[in-house]
């Protein structure tokens, strides 16, 4: 028997821990761990993917063509400059896959997203996590982080699981000190949470080291479709569309989110919801000695005196069938993450975290 190593780096890689879904013994459980829209997708969306499910025999569409075309309308995109994958982790690791190797470094920041260290080290890359300043991206860090040997900085902007966003003339500036070499890659998954927001596609505009992720998997609530896209300069999608599979999207996801890009309506109405909803809840949590910062997103992340707390709060909302998110693998031990779920679900956090503050004394 030959002994099979896998490559440098792949060990590093922690095995994912996706949110939790289930509490033994307990019904009425409300998910509200993953950041996912608690009012599904657009009924436009099931419709076409329903629809789409009577052709599963024939392969999708390998240059999705149709959904690039309808991103371009709805956000005054250029349709050839769009690459669609499974969902933005996949583009994320299409980025490192092409442009970090051995002896190159991917940057992110103190919070940042899992799959930017995931993808970085699946691609023999080096990671470097850089600070934050007070759970806030901090350009200037970042600028200081650079080497010669930078390749790609992601920033998801606004953040997970901060919650919180830096201007546009931020980003511009961190574009423009970033060394030669280097591409800014700017994540949007929570774009659409922040109302008239372009995701820094202005930023984007002339330059050729900016790229944007974007996904359908949060308020567009196709999470299980497995749905994202890129937008970048043309050379840069050349590239990645070598390292893409021919069918890497499936064609019910293909539908599905087409369907849900054009329906701007519902987008709106979830959009004007989760503002509403993650007003009250950070106000009610506040009220009770909880703060949280100002949140762009679908969630708050809710902050404790210690993580021993975070920690007793956390099993007390699973007892009342509350899934939230620890994020100390995050560096965030004394906090956790709240999805903004429907009205019923907000309440009854406020209600979990008040009976839980109350029991303590
Ligand atoms: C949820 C999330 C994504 C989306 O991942 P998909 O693969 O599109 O489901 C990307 N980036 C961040 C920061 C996220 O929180």
């Known amino acids: 028997m030959t002994q099979l190593t896998p490559q440098p780096g792949i060990m590093d890689i922690a095995l994912y821990q996706g949110g939790a879904a289930h509490v033994n013994g307990v019904s009425n459980v409300v998910k509200l761990s993953s950041n996912e829209n608690p009012f599904g997708p657009s009924p436009r969306a099931i419709q076409a993917m329903q629809d789409a499910a009577a052709t599963m025999h024939r392969y999708p569409s390998s240059d999705h063509g149709a959904l690039r075309q309808a991103i371009g309308e709805v956000h005054g995109l250029e349709p050839e400059q769009i690459i669609c994958g499974a969902g933005s982790d996949e583009i994320i690791a299409f980025l490192c896959q092409a442009y970090a190797g051995p002896g190159d470094e991917v940057l992110y920041t103190e919070h940042g997203f899992a799959m930017y260290r995931i993808s970085a080290l699946a691609a023999g890359a080096t990671p470097v996590e850089v600070k934050e300043r007070e759970r806030v991206t901090d350009v200037d860090a970042l600028l200081a982080g650079c080497t010669d040997r930078t390749r790609l900085v992601f920033i998801a902007n606004p953040n997970n699981p901060t919650g919180t966003m830096i201007s546009e003339a931020e980003v511009a500036r961190l574009a423009d000190g970033l060394p030669d070499g280097a591409l800014l890659v700017l994540d949007g998954a929570y774009a659409e949470y922040v109302e008239g927001f372009d995701a820094g596609a202005a930023v984007m505009g002339a330059r050729r080291n900016v790229f944007m992720t974007r996904t359908f998997s949060k308020i567009y609530g196709l999470g299980g479709a497995r749905i994202g896209w890129g937008y970048g300069p043309r050379e840069i999608i050349n590239v990645l569309n070598r390292v893409r599979g021919p069918f890497n999207v499936s064609s019910t996801a293909l539908a599905g989110a087409e369907a849900s890009v054009r329906d701007v309506g519902y987008v709106g109405q979830c959009r ?48 009342q069938g509350l899934i939230v998110r620890r994020v100390a693998g995050y560096n965030l031990p004394t906090a956790l993450r709240i999805t903004i779920g429907d009205e019923d679900a907000c309440r009854r956090i406020a209600q979990g975290v008040k009976a839980f503050k109350e029991g303590q004394v």
Do not use: H, M
């Open 272 to 319: 004007a919801e989760n503002a509403k909803w993650r007003a009250w809840l950070a106000n009610a949590l506040a009220e009770l000695g909880v703060p949280s910062d100002v949140s762009s997103t679908n969630f708050i992340l809710a902050r404790f005196s210690s993580q021993a707390e975070a920690e007793a709060c956390d099993l007390y909302l699973q007892a």
